[in-house]
């Protein structure tokens, strides 16, 4: 991956707002706006860029519960993880999950509306699920800091 200080720099500002237009971000880095034109297709092609999203406010979409759970599995063979990982992609609940080092095998940021909901998904996903040994909930009290962007 290919990416000189003019793409560092315009990485820094779309993560902070990626509706600049061309001729906004150009002025800021020192390029045309064709120049910057072509460095963003080529950082989206090469997948620098994964993805244009707005991040939008959990409150908007009912969101009142978020929780960060630890999961132990029964079993760590590539089946079983495999398995695991395609179960957790499938459900909307779970917003991030890491594969991870460590004590526990897997770490899910999971958002509900209710605390009734997010036992219910406990359930079914959790404790019914044979390879699962153990799961830890860590309930968020406070979003103190949540950040999309990474230092370049």
């Given amino acids: 991956m290919d990416v000189d200080q003019f793409d560092k720099h315009l990485l820094r500002l779309l ?6 237009t061309a001729d906004e971000l150009a002025q800021e880095v020192g390029l ?27 409150a908007v979409a009912g969101i009142a519960i978020t929780c960060i759970v630890d999961v132990i599995l029964e079993q760590g063979n590539s089946k079983a993880l495999d398995k ?8 909307p609940e ?17 958002n509900t509306r209710t ?17 699962v040994k153990h799961f ?4 968020v009290m406070d979003r103190v800091k949540v950040s999309h962007s990474l230092a370049l």
């Avoid at 045309?32 to 959990?58: C, N, T």
């Avoid at 695991?84 to 459900?91: C, I, N, P, R, Y």
């Avoid at 779970?94 to 999971?110: A, E, R, S, W």
Wanted: charged share 25%; aromatic share 12%.
């Fill in 15 to 20: 993560q902070q707002n990626n509706r600049l």
């Fill in 32 to 58: 045309s706006a064709s120049a910057v034109q072509r460095r963003l297709k080529r950082l989206r092609e090469d997948k620098i860029i994964e993805a244009d999203v707005s991040i939008i406010a959990p």
């Fill in 84 to 91: 695991f990982k395609a179960t957790m992609l499938a459900q």
């Fill in 94 to 110: 779970v917003q991030q999950c890491y594969f991870v080092t460590g004590n526990y095998d897997f770490i899910l940021m999971v």
């Fill in 115 to 131: 605390m009734q909901e997010y036992e219910a998904f406990v359930k079914k996903w959790l404790m019914d699920n044979s390879n």
């Fill in 136 to 139: 830890y909930t860590h309930v």
